[in-house]
């Protein structure tokens, strides 16, 4: 495996060079079978960090190309696909801090001030969950959520962002999750947890506003 | 009895691995006794529901596609382009 995720980024011209890579290359196919097996899932992840069409392409290239570079020792497919995906986290993140969008680090200690302004110091509500008046079910088909929600996503600081992303969006199994972020499940029930806190309360303040009790439905 | 700050917790981690029977025992019984951790899981679980799945991101990203594109992928062109830098 090589470390291409942190070296410079390879220049299409130098894509000729290794065709078929030997040994298990076989098990992961030909590179012109990588975009068809691969594309639409890194495209996904991509797009859900990076919110642009034509950007979340080029990342997908480029991480397709820096493949080129070594694929030995993967046992199949999944595990292949695992790495890309892991080879594109780190070309979004690249990506965020050229243009200036690096959000914020996250700590990894148990402090979130988010989810500690909802508790006292007993552990109880302080500030409990609001009620929606609106039915989630609904909304699948309003297109105005959608992007309310994708904006809310990626909004998502660091890792809980990219977990969330991983896990909710792309549908990734934790086990994979948790290599691609170099982290324990553990960490990775926090960064979820973490994540969904915000993501309801994004979309409680951008949609769900707050709301009169109604009588449930 | 735990406390809704660990509840909280448990209630998204019920959602993506199964909970000991004792934590599983520990969430149902908070949950009826306690609105509003009912509530937030109410609201987490159809959030999920919501968010996962192909549906979801089709209809996400049907905004950022052009007419004629597929939506919940690489483009057409994209997708020509990159296959063939593969290859070359």
């Known amino acids: 495996m090589t470390s291409s995720e942190s070296g410079p980024k390879p220049d299409p011209r130098e894509s000729r060079t290794p065709a078929a890579p030997s040994g298990s290359g076989r098990s992961i196919g030909t590179p012109d079978t990588w975009v068809d097996a691969h594309g639409d899932a890194l495209f996904r992840f991509a797009i859900s960090r990076?919110?642009?069409?034509?950007?979340?392409?080029?990342?997908?290239?480029?991480?397709?190309?820096?493949?080129?570079?070594?694929?030995?020792?993967?046992?199949?497919?999944?595990?292949?696909?695992?790495?890309l995906v892991g080879v594109l986290r780190h070309k979004i993140i690249d990506h965020a801090r050229r243009s200036g969008r690096e959000g914020p680090l996250d700590s990894a200690s148990g402090e979130d001030s988010l989810i500690d302004g909802w508790f006292g110091p007993n552990g109880r509500w302080v500030r409990p969950p609001g009620k929606w008046d609106v039915d989630p079910a609904r909304l699948v088909l309003q297109r105005e959520f959608w992007i309310v929600a994708a904006r809310c996503a990626q909004g998502v600081p660091g890792r809980a962002g990219e977990a969330f992303s991983l896990r909710v969006m792309c549908e990734m199994e934790p086990q994979d999750v948790c290599k691609v972020l170099e982290i324990t499940p553990t960490n990775l029930w926090v960064l979820l947890h973490r994540a969904r806190a915000r993501m309801r309360a994004c979309l409680e303040v951008n949609w769900f506003g707050a709301s009169v009790a109604e009588p449930r439905r | 009895m735990m406390s809704c700050r660990e509840v909280v917790k448990l209630v998204s981690e019920d959602l993506d691995h199964p909970l000991s029977l004792r934590r599983r025992i520990a969430l149902r019984f908070h949950t009826m006794m306690c609105g509003s951790c009912a509530r937030?899981?109410?609201?987490?679980?159809?959030?999920?529901?919501?968010?996962?799945?192909?549906?979801?991101?089709?209809?996400?990203?049907?905004?950022?596609?052009?007419?004629?594109?597929?939506?919940?992928?690489?483009?057409?062109?994209?997708?020509?382009?990159?296959r063939r830098l593969l290859k070359s």
């Open chain 2, 40 to 82: 937030y899981r109410r609201q987490l679980r159809a959030l999920e529901r919501l968010l996962r799945g192909p549906a979801a991101r089709a209809i996400a990203l049907a905004g950022t596609a052009r007419q004629g594109e597929p939506i919940d992928g690489l483009s057409d062109a994209g997708r020509e382009a990159i």
């Open chain 1, 50 to 83: 990076v919110g642009d069409r034509a950007t979340a392409e080029d990342l997908v290239q480029e991480t397709l190309l820096a493949a080129l570079k070594g694929t030995d020792g993967f046992r199949g497919d999944s595990e292949f696909r695992t790495w």
